[in-house]
């Protein structure tokens, strides 16, 4: 097995030196193999989109180490690690140029990592690919590859941006609540495109979910983020026959506390 | 008639300042003052130069070449030092100030008789003014053409991206501040290249005719969006030109009316007043329309 992600011993805290300290992240440690898909769950403010802003390099850490691929990539900066990862943001605006049109978000997703020059930004060859990947996710949008992407409804444009993160066969992708905003249909819909997207392409993915019985149903390894460290690290097996209550109670006996946070039990 | 036509040839000579303006409030989604040193940088640059005897071709490109060392100047200071833009674009122009004086000497150059590109296309037989539509024709369409293939090349997508959405564009591992400097650069170059052209034209440069170049740069481009909405990239840049002709009528005709030229950049600043609440007025016009149906 080949680790895909090492994070060793990482700090983070926010608006230091103000009474407002936040301590986020305590000496988190974790290590991804290729090939898992991991949801994360935790109560609001335990550190997760912290913990992946600090994979992606949105920020700094303040102390330990982060390894892509085997590469050290702690000092990096966005755009350097963006070539190992693909990313889905919370927030549907986020994750695509509204006034790109949806061929022109996908040729940027394309070139992710790689050297842009002064060819063609969208090649004829890329738009024949880019209606093949459109068509599987059956919005009809491969037929509207010119269309502005800011008038594509939010569901659409979560949808696109997944296309694009996994366009170029990411190392890592990170999915942050990305499904939060949308409708429970169109949530449903984004999920099982994910899943079967991590699975065809053979992705290492991390993504959060605020909710237990998604985090259990998707992903091959489930992990719960509490004060900023791991309280629950489950895979395998033990993950398949996980159930809601079993969830509750390792969480209980791992970190001596009761999940306090309604939205995550009634999901 | 006639009058007609010289706005029109002026309109087609600023829309090249004007689109430079469009790259960094639009495109970059930035404010860059800068413009208001780069235009009179490239009016002292292609003056000077040609009063020291260099061909007009070759002083026009100088020219350009300077604004957008200006624009990289602004473009570091913005995104290395982390200037917020507006300071950034007020410093630059100050220093620039300095520069065009250092590079004129005194505080104007005239060209009076000296080799202009209107007058080489003139020699060719045409009227003064035939020369003036031509080589404003012929440039701006130029820079639009040009402009259009960059901004669909990989490099040009970036820098769309990069004003569009920023987080976006670093999660697809493109280096916005490069983009940024980039953009900084073509868009004073722009603006530098339509100083040289206006100073040719008018004979001369002067160190203050930078004054309000943000004003009439914005002004053509919110007069382009007002007339035409919702159009691509090279369509948006040609209304560039008929908002920057039109700003050219509406200026030509109030200095008809008998207006006193001095007061004319009170009269910019009215149009660029106007134009930008456009929308707004607009949209509540429409609100009290649905209204009175109701
Ligand atoms: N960029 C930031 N600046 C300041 N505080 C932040 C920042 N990002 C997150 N925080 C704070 O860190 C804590 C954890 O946030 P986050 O990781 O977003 O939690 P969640 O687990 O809900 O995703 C919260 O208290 C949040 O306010
Ligand atoms: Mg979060």
Known sequence: MTAILQVKNIHKSFEVGTVNENHVLKGLTLTIEKGEFVTIIGGNGAGKSTLLNSIAGSFLVDSGSIHLAGEDVTRQKTAERAKHIGRV??????????????????????????????????????????????????????????????????????????????????????????????????????????????????????????????????????????NGQIAVDVKGKEKQQMTVPDLLELFHKNSGNRVSDDALILG | MSIILSSISQGLLWSIMAIGVYLTFRILDIADLTAEGSFPLGAAVCASLIVAGLSPLLSTFIALFCGMLAGVVSGLLHTKLRIPALLTGILTMTGLYSINLRIMGK??????????????????????????????????????FLLYLFFNTETGLAIRSTGDNEAMSEANGIHTNAMKIIGYMLSNGLIALSGALIAQNNSYADIGMGIGTIVIGLASVIIGEVLFHQLSFAKRLLTIVIGSIVYRLIIDLVLQLGIDPQDIKLFSALILAIALSTPLIKKKSKFKLKQAIK
């Not at chain 1, 599987?136 to 979560?158: A, P």
């Open chain 2, 107 to 144: 505080a104007n150059v005239t060209l009076l008789g000296k080799e202009t590109l209107m007058r080489t296309v003139q020699s060719y037989g045409l009227t003064s003014r035939m020369s003036v539509l031509i080589v404003g024709l012929f440039a701006s369409l130029l820079v639009i």
């Open chain 1, 89 to 226: 943001f919370q927030d549907p605006k986020m994750g695509t140029a509204t006034r790109l049109s949806i061929e022109e978000n996908l040729a940027v997703a394309y070139k992710r990592g790689k050297k842009r020059g002064l060819s063609l930004g969208v090649k004829e060859k890329q738009r024949v690919e880019f209606r093949e990947r459109l068509k599987q996710l059956d919005l009809n949008l491969e037929s509207r590859l010119k269309m502005e992407v800011g008038l594509l409804s939010g569901g659409q444009r979560q949808a696109l941006t997944l296309l694009m993160a996994a366009l170029q066969s990411p190392k890592l992708l990170l999915l942050d609540e990305h499904t939060a905003a949308l409708d429970p249909k169109t949530s449903k819909m984004v999920l099982d495109l994910t899943d079967k997207i991590v699975k065809e392409e053979q992705l290492t993915a991390m993504m959060i979910t605020h909710n237990m019985e998604n985090a259990i149903e998707y992903g091959n390894r489930l992990i719960m983020l509490h």
